[in-house]
């Protein structure tokens, strides 16, 4: 294979990702909540696998979960399949993104987060956060790999924060009194329906 053949998937990943930088927002705050937030990663350009806006620079999402309420953070993985990324929290690992079914240079390609989530070829995580002060970073942990020149180190991938209330704990016990109470109805009734 020459180089020129080795270089056009690095070439069209590069048009790809700068195609979706140009509409990305550069926030290091998450604080727009049920939106995919892009993300890139290319160790050619910062000398690491690590998540970075647009423009090269580190990225992490800053938010707070008020008390009574818990977050979903969901990732994907984009551009082409065969991706998966390490989740952090404040430094701890918060877990990895699924395994991917296709990770072929001739396999799907999107930018369409929605549509990457939906799609079993994209690698994905879904997290629970509680209440209290998050900081979410992440870093590549496989990429996809080209057959001769080995791993490509550059990808698209996007964050989604999800908040809903935590239900009161008065909610839960008047639920698991009435599921109790129907219980006892219907044992009750098929006592006597086997008499």
């Keep these: 294979m020459s180089l020129t053949s080795c270089l056009r998937p690095r070439a069209a990943f590069a048009a790809l990702t700068l195609a979706a930088g140009l509409s990305a927002a550069h926030a290091d705050t998450l604080n727009v909540y049920d939106q995919w937030v892009e993300f890139s990663v290319s160790k050619v350009l910062t000398g690491n696998l690590d998540w970075a806006n647009f423009d090269g620079q580190a990225l992490r999402f800053d938010f707070s979960v008020a008390e009574g309420f818990v977050a979903t953070l969901s990732v994907v993985d984009a551009g ?8 952090t929290d404040k430094g701890q690992q918060l877990g990895v993104t699924s395994m991917a079914v296709d990770g072929d240079l001739n396999g799907p390609t999107t930018v369409d987060y929605e549509q990457a989530f939906a799609d079993n070829n994209f690698s994905r995580g879904v997290f629970t ?24 180190d550059a ?8 908040v809903s209330a935590v239900p009161e704990p008065a909610s839960v016990a008047t639920l698991l009194a009435g599921l109790s109470l129907l219980s006892a109805m219907l044992r009750r009734k098929n006592g006597k329906d086997r008499k």
Excluded: C, K, M, Y
Aim: net charge neutral.
């Design 129 to 152: 956060l509680g209440a209290g002060q998050h900081s979410i970073s992440g870093f590549l942990s496989t990429s996809l790999v080209h057959p001769e020149f080995g791993p490509l």
């Design 80 to 87: 082409w399949s065969g991706d998966r990324f390490t989740v």
């Design 155 to 162: 990808t698209l991938g996007a964050v989604r924060l999800q």
